[in-house]
């Protein structure tokens, strides 16, 4: 077709592969510079939420420890309301001990009765039977308030718990 010396269609060879080279150099140069660009923006999401998770790990802490004081003064106060009011009802118990110990279980006999020993039962067996069921019943009572005293503190300070 055209007659051009051998040497020519070299030099244009030659220069179509370094322009179409030099095309692909420029597309891949702005290519990377995307994938550069892209890096840098999730770069910085990255860091972000690291320094949230930071921030968001902080907080907790700082709740978990103000939560867990307040746990503890509620557990303490608790604890000493639940005392007291144990002691309480154990002085109680001792003072209604003592007014029935100095009192007689039974009745005195009458004094029209012809005969003051009709029963069939010793007094004083009588009287000592009924002591020890009162003892055993109010020692029931004891454990009864005292359980009591707990539960009611117990529900109490759950109330405080998140």
Do not use: C
């Amino acid at each position: 077709m055209f007659p051009l010396p051998i040497t020519t269609w070299i030099y244009l060879g030659v220069a179509a592969v370094i322009v179409v080279e030099g095309g692909v150099i420029m597309y891949e140069r702005s290519r990377l510079e995307t994938v550069h660009a892209q890096l840098d923006l999730k770069t910085q999401q990255f860091q972000a939420f690291q320094d949230n998770v930071a921030l968001l790990g902080t907080q907790a802490r700082k709740e978990k420890e103000q939560h867990e004081a307040t746990d503890k003064l509620n557990k303490e106060t608790t604890d000493a309301t639940i005392k007291k009011l144990t002691s309480t009802t154990a002085s109680l118990g001792l003072q209604l001990s003592a007014s029935r110990a100095s009192v007689s279980t039974l009745p005195s006999p009458s004094p029209t009765a012809p005969d003051s020993f009709r029963a069939t039962v010793s007094r004083k067996g009588v009287n000592g039977a009924v002591q020890r069921l009162d003892e055993s019943v109010q020692g029931l009572i004891e454990q009864g308030d005292k359980a009591r005293v707990e539960l009611d503190g117990v529900k109490q300070w759950g109330k405080g718990v998140k």
